[in-house]
């Protein structure tokens, strides 16, 4: 009897540990896509990204999309601490101080965000959101924004030499190449890979602090670069918070994504989205990811 009741208490708790592991693996990271202006096609890009992140099985996404280019602003106020990932798809007007300060709480706190794209060609003046995105190009910036950060000869530069900050050729297939092997979001990942058509950002510039290039890519002059490998994949840690960085996936009036719709794209994204959140990658490599 006494045995038999210990038995049931073991079992009984043993169903409780499993229900909570099993509560815990089902709970969604909740992300934010931030968008409603860029000079990009963020109708579908904010589509996309939310797609990917809610068919991951791992994040539900919601989107918080401000008023038109233009519009009054003063009721844009996404509630950032909602979440665990802040992806941004924005690159347009000013928000409200109130938003700013509360986008800054939030990273300060802990909160994981992902630069997408042209994200980094936004806010030139809020020195705290250059510093979040480490790197940006446009909006006038140049060496007062900080330094270029590119690779030459396997060895990263930081050039303070004036001229503008952000460009790029025409858009291409490119190969990407890692320059950290062991970071959550790279581990796994081929050394070198073929990126799907798309652009290829240089020239940016920023503050850079805090910031680890991941991965970088060959700004072939034939195809109006640098001739430097200029960084496609980064980190930047500010207050608490991770920040993942990635200039890849143009999306823009065309009818169809390539620069968005390869593997190439996808798993770093949502590889980088899930370290932002939570530090951690659970996702595994999958094995038609391209290899060069
Ligand atoms: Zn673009």
């Known amino acids: ?35 409603g202006q860029n000079n990009h096609n963020w109708k579908a890009s904010s589509v996309i990204l ?62 994981g965000v992902v630069v997408y ?14 510093e979040i995105i480490g790197l ?11 330094p270029y950060v590119y690779y030459v000869d396997g060895k990263e530069v930081r050039d303070t030499s ?3 900050g952000g460009s790029h050729g025409k858009q291409h297939e490119y190969k990407i190449a890692l320059r950290v092997k062991k970071h959550p979001v ?23 602090k805090n910031l680890t290039v991941l991965a970088t890519a060959y700004s072939d002059k ?11 994949l980064m980190t930047i840690n500010w207050g608490k918070g991770r920040i993942f960085h990635t200039v890849l996936g143009h999306v823009g009036g065309e009818s ?3 620069a968005v719709e390869g593997a190439s794209f996808i798993v770093t994204f949502l590889r980088g989205a899930e370290w932002a959140a939570t530090g951690k990658v659970t996702q595994k490599v999958p094995d038609d990811f391209p290899e060069k």
Do not use: C
């Not at 794209?117 to 250059?130: L, S, T, V």
């Not at 990942?189 to 058509?197: E, G, Q, R």
């Not at 034939?222 to 490998?229: E, I, Q």
């Open 117 to 130: 794209h042209a994200a980094d060609n936004a806010f030139r003046k809020w020195k705290e959101y250059n």
């Open 162 to 164: 004036p001229g503008h």
């Open 50 to 111: 939310q797609k990917y992140l809610n068919e991951s099985g791992i994040f539900v996404a919601d989107m918080a999309v401000s008023p038109e280019k233009g519009g009054d602003m003063s009721s844009f106020r996404p509630d950032f601490s909602a979440y665990k990932v802040v992806v941004l798809d924005y690159n347009g007007d000013s928000w409200p101080e109130d938003t700013n300060r509360a986008f800054l709480e939030y990273v300060k706190n802990g909160g």
């Open 222 to 232: 034939a195809t109006g670069g640098t001739g430097r490998d200029e960084p496609v």
């Open 256 to 258: 169809t994504h390539p």
């Open 1 to 35: 009897m006494f045995l038999r009741k210990i038995t049931g208490i073991f079992y009984f708790f043993l169903s409780l540990l499993l229900s909570v592991n099993v509560l815990n693996a089902k709970d969604p990271i909740k992300a934010l896509i931030v968008t």
């Open 136 to 146: 940006g190009g446009w909006e006038g910036r140049n060496e007062t924004d900080g």
């Open 186 to 208: 790279t581990k796994g990942l081929p050394a070198i890979w073929t990126h799907s058509k798309d652009e290829l950002y240089d020239r940016l510039r920023g503050p850079a």
